[in-house]
Structures are given as C-alpha cells and as structure tokens.
C-alpha cells in the first residue's frame, strides 16, 4: 500500500512488472503536497500508459488547468493553500471545468468524507494509504465509463442524447433531431471528443472536406441551431457548452440519468 506522507520510497514502489495491458494513452494530474507519493503514483502510472502532470497545491493545479487540458484529476483532500472539496465546489461552479472528472484522494476514510466528496461532485473517492493497483483499476473504470456508448451499430449515447453515426441522426428521447447533414458533421465532431475543448480551427480542421462555405464564418450559428434540437434549454445549454475565448465542448455528463444510461 502507499501511505501518505510516506518514506523508505523504494519499499513501497510498485511493481511495474504486474501491471496488466497498457491503455491508450490519457492526460491525469495528480494534485498532493506529498512529493513522494505522487512522484511513485506518477511513475506508476505512466508505466501503465498515461500522461502524469503534478500539482502541489491549489494554486498550481489551477494554473495547470489553465495552460492544460485533463482527462481525470486525481485530488488529495488536504492541501497547503485550501481544502480538495472547496477546489471540487469550485471545478463544479465554473462552466470551464464543470464536467470534468475528479478522483479524491484522502487520509480520512470516514463514510461522512467519502459521501461529502461525492456530493460535492467528485466521481469516485479513494481511501489512503490505497493499492497502486486499485487507483490504477479505478482510474481505468472510472475513464471507461465517462467515454460515450457506442454500440455494434455506432451509437454515441450520453444520457437521453443518441447519436447514430450509421443512419446519420441524433434522437433525443427516441426523436429525431431536426439537424441538417453539415450541422450533424458538427456535432459528431464534438461528441466525439467529450469533455475537451475544441477551438473553431480545430473544428474546422475536423470538418476538411465539407464546402468551406457552410463553416467559414458560421460554426457560432450552427451550434445554435444544434442546440435548439438537443437541448432542454438552449439559452442554458448543458451538451454543447462554450468556454469563452477558446472555442467549444461537448459535456460527457448532460442528464441526471447519464450515469445510468
């Protein structure tokens, strides 16, 4: 097990032999003070195939997600510069970064914690000292079920949404969405990417081979219109989100059910 705050490093390094098939690539940031065990956590990890960034406060974890974009943040509940469940209040508060996955990390197993963490918007919620293993299994799970569904007939799910890339339509509540040919290129452009954001020059790389007339000037107007079909409220979007001065993102959770779904 890796403890917090640990020493005698190379007795609780982990066995990089064991570990099982390497998966495709995926940006963490482990957010602890502890210096030791995210420099251990962080091998451990990108021995299994992901790309590890580390923060050592609150602080630093924000200017990393400033400058970068994260698949899954792994967060210590207790930081120098502030407490891991306000900084997941905060993530959860801003429109940037409210659906982007957090994995808590904490000295304090009580199931009051735990279920704290988890209200306040973290998806999963391990206990220190943890398993090499079992964080590594539970980041794989928990990545697995944030990507869309997509079954043996190509279809994006998230939630209510189904984006059926065989017949080329969206359904919302088993509808179909009234979206044009272009405007579903669009969309499946974004769903395809959950949770990262895409600029228009990313978008428009994208969509290279459609007449650049439909997109030159216009992507703004066909999310809108994209919007008006998949959305509950489209003055209050939550599939199609915009991070202002960056571009767009697809939200990987959208519905109170998408978990379920």
């Known amino acids: 097990m ?9 007795a609780c390094r982990p066995p990089f032999s064991s570990l099982g098939p390497v998966m495709s690539s ?13 420099g251990m956590v962080g091998d451990y990890l990108r021995a299994a195939g992901f790309e590890v960034s580390t923060a050592g406060s609150l602080g ?3 200017e990393a997600l400033a400058h970068g974009r994260f698949e899954l943040l792994v967060l210590d509940l207790m930081l120098p510069d502030g407490d891991g469940l306000d900084f997941c209040r905060w993530l959860r508060g801003d429109a940037r ?25 973290a998806d999963d919620y391990l206990a220190k000292p943890f398993e090499p ?32 890339l065989a017949a080329r339509v969206a359904r919302l509540d088993g509808k179909i969405c009234d979206l044009t040919s272009h405007q579903f290129d669009l969309l499946v452009v974004l769903a395809q990417s959950p949770g990262r954001v895409l600029s228009r020059d990313q978008i428009m790389d994208a969509l290279k081979g459609h007449p650049l007339e439909a997109f030159d000037r216009s992507i703004d107007v066909h999310i809108s219109r994209i ?12 599939r199609v989100l915009t991070v202002r001065g960056a571009g767009y ?3 990987r959770k959208q519905d109170a059910d998408a978990d379920a779904a």
């Open 249 to 251: 993102v697809f939200a």
């Open 60 to 62: 630093a974890a924000r």
């Open 2 to 10: 890796l403890e917090p705050r640990s020493t005698g490093a190379e």
């Open 26 to 38: 995926a940006r963490l940031l482990l957010i602890d003070d502890d210096v030791r065990l995210t």
């Open 133 to 164: 293993r079992e964080l590594q299994a539970r980041i794989k799970a928990l990545l697995r079920r944030l990507e869309p569904k997509l079954d043996g007939d190509e279809v994006l799910r998230f939630g209510r949404l189904e984006i059926d």
């Open 97 to 121: 970064w409210r659906h982007q996955p957090v994995l808590m990390l904490s000295a304090r197993g009580e199931p009051m914690d735990r279920i704290l963490g988890l209200e306040l918007g």
């Open 227 to 238: 919007r008006a079909v998949i959305e509950d409220d489209p003055k209050n979007p939550r």
